[in-house]
Structure formats: C-alpha cells, structure tokens
C-alpha cells in the first residue's frame, strides 16, 4: 500500500499503563468495531508510548476510538493522534495533511527532511548515509578525497579508502552513480546505512 496510518498514545500513568496495554491486546470486539478496524492493527510499544498501525485512514481513526474508550474506562490520561507517513519528508504528520502532489511541495518536504537529518547529524556527531569507495592507489583515493571536500562534502580517507558523508540515501545513491562513473578496473563504491538509531520495539498483534 502506498498510504499508511498509525494511532500514537502517550500514556501518563506509566505502572497502569502496562495493564492498559495488555487490555488492549486482549480486547473482545464486537462484529461492528472488528469491520471498521477491517484485518487487523499492529501495535508497538516504547516505554510511555504506544503505536497502533492501520491499513488506513478509517481504520487508524476507529483504533483511536477505541483508544480513547478504553483510557476513560480506566479512568487514564492519555494523548491520542492520528498520523500519516509522509515518504518524502520521512516524517510522521498529522494525518489531515496532505501528501505533496505539486514539485514544488515535494521539494518544500525533501528540504524539511535534510534539515532534519542535518540537526540530528549535529547532535550524534555522524551521519546516517555513507559512500565507501575503494581506490586502485594511494593517490587516487587522495585525488578523490580533495574534490568531494572541494565540494562541500564531509569525507575522511585512510589509505585507498574514501568514505563520503551524506544526509540522505537519495543523497548517497547520487553520489555513489556518479563516483561509479569514475572508477577503474577493480574500484568500487557502496552505499552504506546507520541503522543504530532505528526503532526496535517488539511487535504485538491485536486479535482482529
């Protein structure tokens, strides 16, 4: 599916929280709720937060809606929205926004992307994108070096090894065509991605 949805729940009691949660696994609905959630909601968990995935749109709100039943029945504070995964910007937004359809707003959400990943790349001290390039010689990779700095990229150089930083995987994949173009014989380049960052929380599966 190209659209995805997700219900995000800040729980504010952390110790009834857990009892919420395992409620909601556990949650016998009734034929008209089980057809508005349609095959089923996939739920995250990560500490406070809980995150519940929808086929669409209907049914992340329906999920909501049951959300919010079962906090007031027990008697919880909680945050409830729905979001919609923007590719582009690589963000979770407010669900009643619009994904770009003209150039000129793709660009606005590509733009918002780099400078997102440009504060987070300030604050871990590294970048999540990079191109690894493996020269012939010793001057060929010091060549190679001084250019890409040239151009305003952050790049390091041991020995026949250039390693290239770059905000993006579009960035990185621009990068690594147009090194390829350059290289002899047995060089190479590849694209390489910092996953530490990514969320790991254990999947659990609603009985819908």
Not at 52 to 61: C, H, I, S, T, V
Not at 111 to 134: K, M, N, P, Y
């Amino acid at each position: 599916m190209d659209d995805e949805f997700r219900v995000e729940v800040e729980l504010h009691e952390g110790e009834h929280g857990y009892s919420f949660s395992e409620r909601l696994r556990a949650l016998d609905l009734d034929d008209d709720a089980r057809g508005r959630l349609g095959q089923g909601i996939t739920v995250t968990r990560d500490d406070s937060r809980m995150y519940l995935y929808a086929d669409d749109e209907d049914g992340a709100r329906a999920a909501a809606d049951i959300v919010r039943e079962l906090a007031d029945a027990d008697e919880l504070t909680t945050e409830i929205s729905v979001t919609r995964w923007h590719p582009i910007e690589e963000a979770w937004k407010d669900a009643s926004l619009p994904l770009p359809v003209s150039e000129e707003q793709r660009e606005a959400e590509y733009a918002a992307r780099e400078e997102a990943e440009a504060d987070e790349a300030v604050r871990e001290g590294s970048f999540d994108w990079t191109v690894a390039v493996h020269l012939s010689s010793r001057d060929r990779a010091k060549e190679l070096a001084e250019r890409l700095t040239g151009e305003g990229v952050s790049v390091s150089r041991r020995w026949r090894y250039v390693v290239a930083e770059v905000l993006t995987e579009e960035r990185a994949e621009e990068l690594a065509t147009r090194v390829r173009s350059e290289l002899e014989g047995d060089e190479e380049a590849r694209v390489e991605a910092d996953l530490s960052d990514v969320e790991r929380s254990p999947l659990q599966f609603l009985p819908f």
